[in-house]
């Protein structure tokens, strides 16, 4: 059965810099990187080498503990390096493109069994793309999921609106559907936003089920829908994936490329025009910048949104599931007694600042801390931004001292960090919660499985 | 601005790794943080943050006091013109007042926050700004008249015994404010207590500044009492000096509802509690404090004060929102219940919240239960 599912608690952070909906086109990027990072807990072992030659799709560095996981070079060029860190870890792999893209061929039948399906997926790089809650890692190919989910929305701050993005991909997007639809012997939610009249590429889609969600930020979030559609108790799997993904697979089945074009919003305070652009994942975002404008000042560059999203420079690169670039002001400035000030531009979720009076105002927020961490004082607040049956600072405590039976018992399999971001974000104590429960889903993967 | 910039930015070196004050630095960081917010920015997790910080929390706290703390003011001057059978205007009224209960706030923060800063320092975290509002309540629900030094150790008591034992602000388990008065009125009752106490220089004059709780707990019939409800709402009788006016209770009430600091839950589920506790004894009638009628009960003593700035203290109350409701209602009953019972001492809101703030952890836990059964239950359906 659809649901119809209301939330009411949820936070709608009003950000100046929406992206206009219109395309600008820029010459394709030079430069490109793939960064074992964006993957939580991966292990890379690499293939190629510095100097070797790749095409589109040809496997860059494999899952250690997993060899099926395989992940695919974006465009055909030349690996220019292989940035290591702290320990030698694997950063980012380089790669120079080529002036015209040459694909590695995949030859796959979407009407082949699950096995088959699941294997092409593999081979050619594309599984990383469906990932699995609770843990938020890449899905385990020898699960079988209990259902895979998919928001067809997101709304964290000035995210991309893929009603506009996949706007006329009908056709490609079912026959992504009808791969999906393999992999789960449980259903495939299709959850649209029940606050706007969603897209009919999203509505028309046959074979699934189509959820309305409406609410405030984080109903878009998948460990949202999750909660109240189908909930994770200990020892379920489900698999989740973002639209653009589907249409990824989609070009997989249908034209045998590794083709991870992508629609990209800039968005954010500091662009002149916010937009959006045709790339390729882990593209530089050097061309958008260059065509576009960016305010003057210390400007944070951030690939995703501004709750969730990861600090890159102003040459780097698009992350892997990312469809969304944004471009705050830095806050490395004091402010003068700024706490006992009126604050009419200052954004709150209490009304302690005077600025409720506007509530429809567009904020220009900079990467300022606004305080210090503290002890917890203030209760109740984690509450209103969490729409989900779970005491959250019960839960991060549970973390904090790592407790698995009472994270367990609390909830801990059905949150992400990304569903508790807003919670980070309205706490008086300045605590780091989505890294508090990174840590505590961690802890409980590595100590229950 | 600026010249407070260069100042702090001259004298900085010594607090600094390696400086000769550097053990300081916890006092140097806290002058610092409160002339400016720091320019920490975000590097990990949530890249923009919301403007609240505990100092905005307790300032806004501050502000809600602002309306008791000036009419409490004016309510000192006011009483001890009436007792001594002098007028006086209103701004007389005040400025006696100002200067009687300065003195208290002044020793209130400056040993409190003393205390603070030494704990502090020798801890070597950054001071926190909870005693901003402790410091402030501690002199409101003090009689005016109570001995500075008296004040002090009961200050000394509340931050070291309620607060600081227990890790600092935010760990505590008892209200500090209510660890100073419940300290003072077990050690030195006679300042405390009675009729003598509650208009300046009552005890030295000999004049009787009883108070309605006093009265009635006397026997005397509140329809017969020498206040009428009008002045209780207004405030104009004798009492501690924040707690007197119910008017001034509720503007503050009001904006720490509408600024979302205070929680409403607690603030409404205590006078629920208290008008159910206090409706039933009305019924039964055995005593005068028993006939009294619910709505007065809730007007007098120090029961709004409790519930509106006492009782909503995040740390010691529930923390759950549904244990906010049964911490508040419980509140309520007990404080109507001690007052009731408890001829000695016919104030019972600030042992009401004591006592529910040992069993707030209680409450929460079983609001906590609840939940984790619905989920244990869906995963076996």
């Known amino acids: ?449 | 601005m600026k010249l407070f910039k260069n100042l702090l930015g001259s004298v900085k070196p010594h607090f600094e790794k390696g400086g000769k004050l550097e053990k300081l630095y916890p006092a140097y960081d806290a002058f610092e943080t409160f002339l400016f917010v720091p320019d920490h920015t975000t590097h990990k997790g949530a890249h923009v943050r919301d403007a609240i910080d505990l100092k905005r929390t307790m300032f806004m706290v501050i502000v809600a006091l602002i309306p008791c703390l000036l009419f409490g003011m004016w309510n000192v001057g006011y009483q001890y013109h009436l007792a001594i059978g002098e007028t006086a205007t209103l701004v007389e009224n005040f400025i006696f007042g100002f200067w009687k209960f300065l003195p208290l706030i002044i020793v209130s923060y400056a040993v409190g926050l003393a205390v603070e800063f030494a704990f502090a320092i020798y801890r070597g975290h950054s001071v926190n700004e909870g005693y901003l509002v402790t410091g402030l309540l501690i002199p409101l629900t003090m009689p005016i008249d109570v001995p500075l030094w008296m004040l002090a150790i009961s200050v000394i008591f509340a931050v070291v015994i309620g607060k600081e034992v227990f890790g600092g602000t935010g760990m505590n388990i008892l209200n500090p404010a209510l660890t100073a008065r419940a300290f003072l009125f077990f050690a030195y009752p006679i300042y405390m207590s009675g009729d003598k106490v509650w208009v300046h220089n009552a005890m030295v004059d000999g004049h009787s500044g009883s108070t309605i709780l006093g009265e009635l707990a006397a026997s005397a019939n509140w329809q017969s009492l020498s206040f009428n409800p009008f002045d209780m709402m207004m405030g104009t009788i004798p009492g501690s000096v924040g707690e007197t006016s119910f008017i001034a209770i509720m503007i503050g009430a009001l904006i720490l509802i509408a600024t979302g600091i205070g929680s409403w839950r607690i603030i409404l589920s205590t006078f629920v509690g208290g008008f159910v506790m206090a409706t039933l004894f009305n019924m039964w009638g055995a005593n005068e404090l028993m006939a009294t009628p619910a709505e007065i009960h809730l007007i007098i003593g120090s029961f709004a004060f409790g519930a509106v700035f006492m009782a909503t203290d995040p740390v010691t109350g529930s923390q759950t929102n549904r244990g906010k409701y049964i911490y508040g209602f419980l509140i309520g009953v007990f404080a109507i219940v001690i007052r009731v019972f408890n001829p000695a001492y016919p104030e019972g809101m600030m042992l009401a919240i004591l006592l529910m703030n040992i069993f707030a952890p209680l409450v929460d836990h079983f609001v906590i239960q609840g939940n984790i059964k619905r989920r244990l239950k869906r995963a076996n359906a």
Not at chain 1, 305 to 311: D, E, F, K, P
Request: hydrophobic share 35%; glycine share 8%.
């Open chain 1, 1 to 449: 059965m659809s649901k119809d599912i209301r939330l009411k608690k949820g936070l709608n952070i009003n950000l100046q810099g929406e992206a206009d909906k219109v395309y600008a086109s820029i010459p394709r990027s030079q430069n490109f990187s793939i960064k074992p990072t964006d993957f939580h807990a991966l292990t890379p072992k690499m293939v190629v080498k510095e100097g070797d030659k790749v095409k589109a799709g040809t496997c860059l560095f494999f899952d250690k503990y997993d060899e099926r996981i395989r992940f695919s070079s974006p465009v055909s060029g030349e690996v220019t390096e292989i940035v290591r860190g702290a320990k030698r870890r694997i950063m980012e792999v380089k790669i120079a493109a080529d002036s015209e893209v040459s694909y590695e061929s995949f030859s796959l039948d979407a009407k082949a069994s699950r096995e088959q399906v699941i294997k092409g997926l593999l081979d050619s790089g594309v599984w990383p793309f469906i990932r699995q809650k609770p843990f938020d890692t890449i899905a385990n190919p020898s699960d079988n999921p209990k259902a895979i989910f998919i928001s067809t929305f997101d709304t964290a701050p000035l995210a991309p609106d893929n009603d506009f993005v996949l706007h006329g991909l009908d056709k490609e997007f079912q026959v992504g559907i009808e791969v999906i639809k393999k992999l789960t012997d449980g259903k495939v939610h299709l959850n649209v936003d029940g606050n706007t009249n969603p897209s009919k590429v999203f509505t028309d889609c046959k074979g699934v089920e189509i959820n309305k969600i409406s609410g405030s930020h984080p109903a878009g979030n998948v460990g949202v829908q999750v909660h109240h559609i189908d909930p994770i108790n200990k020892g379920d799997v489900v698999w989740y994936l973002y639209p653009q993904d589907v249409l990824t697979i989609a070009r997989l089945f249908t034209d045998g490329k590794y083709d991870v074009s992508r629609i990209v919003a800039l968005t954010g305070s500091q662009v002149e025009r916010p937009r959006y652009y045709r790339t390729i994942s882990g593209a530089s975002i050097s061309n958008m910048i260059s065509e576009n404008s960016i305010k003057d000042g210390s400007n944070r560059f951030i690939s995703g949104n501004v709750l969730t999203g990861t600090q890159i420079s102003a040459d780097g690169c698009i992350g892997f599931y990312d469809s969304q670039i944004t471009v705050i002001p830095e806050g490395n400035e004091q402010e003068f007694l700024g706490w006992i000030a009126p604050g009419l531009q200052k954004f709150s979720m209490s009304k302690s600042y005077f600025s409720w009076l506007t509530p429809a105002k567009k904020y220009n927020l900079n990467t300022n801390y606004n305080g210090e961490e503290r002890a917890y004082v203030v209760t109740g607040q984690y509450e209103k931004v969490l729409p989900m049956d779970i005491y959250p600072m019960q839960l991060v405590k549970a973390c904090m001292i790592e407790d698995i039976d009472a994270m367990e018992q609390l909830g801990i399999y059905e949150v992400s960090a990304e569903d508790m971001a807003l919670c980070e974000f309205v706490c008086t104590s300045k605590m780091e919660v989505q890294s508090i429960i990174r840590e505590g889903l961690d802890l409980v993967k590595k100590e229950c499985s």
